[in-house]
C-alpha cells in the first residue's frame, strides 16, 4: 500500500474500514496526518479519571509470554520506587491469553491469577491506583472470529475476581487493538465485553482503546454505549521514526538512528536504505532535516497535533480520555528522549490529560527496580 505522510491518515483509516491495516511493528504507523479533524485546542477541560494524574506502565513483566522472559520480574521495588518517584498510578500489562485454557470456559492458570492479585496487591499498600489491562492477545486481533468468546470467557472471570476491589482499580479492555479487529469489529467487541464486566462491576471505570494501536485518528470511530464510566483510551508514540528509531521489531525503514528531537537536527541525518526506499519515510526524513524548528516534522507542532486529535474527540464525544502510553526507545540520545517526554507530558497536563509513560524497564527504560532508582534525566523530565 502506498502510504506518505499527508496521505497516510485517510489511508490507514480506510483500510482498516476494509479490514487490511498494517501492524505497527510490522510497518508503517499513522503520521501525525490529519484525518478529518480540525486542530482545535480543547476548550471544555476534560473532567479527571478519579484522582488519576501520572502513572509509568510495569511493562514487560507479565505482558512477556512469560515473566522473565523479556528481562523483567516485578519485585515489590517497582511499586515503592514508583511511589517514591511521585506517580500515583500504574498500568499493570499483562498477557492473560498465554495463561488460559484454550476451550470453554476459558480458565485462568490459577498461579499466575495469584501472581495478578499480588501485583495489585502491592500497588495497593503503596497507594497507588491500577490500570489493569489484557495486553498482546495477538490470536485475537489476528483472528477476532475465532477469539471473541475466549476473550469474553477471560474477561469474565477478571471481572468476577476483582468485583470486590476498590473503584482505584481500573479495567482496560484491549491492548492496542490492530490488524483484523478493524473498527466495525471492535466496536462489537467492546459492547459485549462491557456487558460482561457491568454483570459484575456496575460502576467501575473501563478502559477502551482506539483501533490502529490506539491510534488518535481512530478515536472517533469508537462506538461506546452510554455509559459515564467509559474512558476512552489513546497512545502517543508519534513522531514514530524518532520514537522508534533502530527498533528491532518494526521494519527496516525504521532503522535510521541519530534522530533527535526536537527537530531540525544540526547536522542531516543520513537516511539508510530501507528508508530511502520507502516513500514516506524517505519524505519524512527530509523535511525532519530541513524544516524549521516550528514546522518540523520531528519536533512540538507533531506532538500539538495528536492531542488536537484526542482534544477534539473528547469535546465532540463528552467523553473523557487518557494517554495510556507514550515513550522514547533507548536508543535515541538521552537529552532528546528527555526533551520528548517532557513535551509530550507537558502537552498532556495542560489539557487536563492524565498520563502513563512506556515503561519501567525494558526497551523504553526509565527505571532501575535493583538500583531502586530511575533514569535521572528522564524522571526529571517526567516529575520535576
Ligand atoms: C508494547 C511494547 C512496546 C511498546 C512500544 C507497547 O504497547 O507492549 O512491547 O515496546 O508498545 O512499541
New binding site residues.
Given amino acids: 500500500m502506498n502510504r506518505s505522510l499527508t496521505t497516510i491518515g485517510v489511508v490507514a483509516f480506510t483500510a482498516a474500514l476494509l479490514g487490511a491495516c498494517q501492524p ?1 511493528r510490522a510497518g508503517v504507523h499513522p503520521s501525525t496526518a490529519n484525518a478529518g479533524t480540525a486542530s482545535v485546542t480543547s476548550a471544555t477541560p476534560i473532567a479527571p479519571i478519579l484522582s488519576l494524574k501520572r502513572c509509568v506502565n510495569l ?2 513483566g507479565l ?1 512477556a509470554p512469560s515473566e522473565g522472559e523479556w528481562g523483567v520480574i516485578l519485585g515489590e521495588n517497582h511499586f515503592s520506587t514508583a511511589k517514591a518517584a511521585g506517580f500515583d498510578h500504574v498500568r499493570l ?1 499483562v498477557r492473560f491469553s498465554a495463561h488460559a485454557e484454550q476451550t470453554p470456559p476459558y480458565t485462568i492458570d490459577a498461579a499466575f491469577f495469584a501472581r495478578v492479585d499480588w501485583a495489585i496487591a502491592q500497588a495497593q499498600s503503596q497507594g497507588l491506583s491500577v490500570i489493569l489491562d489484557v ?2 492477545f495477538n490470536e485475537l486481533t489476528d483472528d477476532p472470529d475465532a477469539q471473541t468468546e475466549r476473550f469474553l470467557g477471560l474477561w469474565k472471570q477478571i471481572a468476577e475476581r476483582y468485583a470486590s476491589q476498590p473503584e482505584t482499580l481500573i479495567f482496560e479492555l484491549l ?2 487493538p490492530c490488524k483484523n479487529l478493524n473498527p466495525v469489529k471492535l466496536n462489537a467487541l467492546h459492547k459485549r465485553a462491557i456487558a460482561t464486566v457491568r454483570a459484575s462491576n456496575p460502576t467501575r471505570i473501563i478502559m477502551v482503546d482506539s483501533y490502529f494501536w490506539a491510534n488518535t485518528n481512530y478515536l472517533r470511530t469508537l462506538e461506546l454505549p452510554n455509559d459515564p464510566n467509559l474512558v476512552a483510551q489513546f ?1 502517543m ?1 508519534q513522531p514514530i521514526l524518532f520514537t ?1 528509531q533502530g ?1 528491532p521489531w518494526m521494519d527496516p525503514e525504521y532503522g535510521t538512528v541519530g534522530i533527535v528531537f526536537p527537530g531540525p537536527p544540526s547536522k542531516p541525518v543520513q537516511p539508510v536504505e530501507a528508508a530511502q526506499n520507502s516513500g514516506w519515510v524517505r519524505d519524512w526524513l527530509k523535511s525532519y532535516n530541513t524544516a524549521t524548528a516550528a514546522q518540523n516534522p520531528g519536533g512540538p507542532k507533531t506532538i500539538r497535533e495528536e492531542f488536537d486529535r484526542a482534544s477534539a474527540y473528547a469535546q465532540s464525544s463528552g467523553r473523557r480520555v487518557y494517554l495510556g ?1 507514550f ?1 522514547a526507545i533507548n536508543n535515541a540520545d538521552m537529552t532528546s528522549r528527555a526533551n520528548y517526554l517532557k513535551a509530550v507530558r507537558e502537552e498532556s497536563e495542560r489539557r487536563n490529560i492524565a498520563w502513563c509513560v ?2 519501567d524497564g ?3 527504560q526509565l527505571l532501575k527496580p535493583q538500583e531502586k532508582g530511575w533514569v535521572n534525566e528522564l524522571k526529571q523530565a517526567l516529575i520535576p
Wanted: charge should be negative; glycine fraction near 20%; avoid cysteine.
Fill in positions: 505497527r511493562g514487560n505482558d500489562p495486553h498482546h491492548n492496542e497512545h508514540y522508534h527498533a502510553e515513550g512506556w515503561d525494558g526497551g523504553f
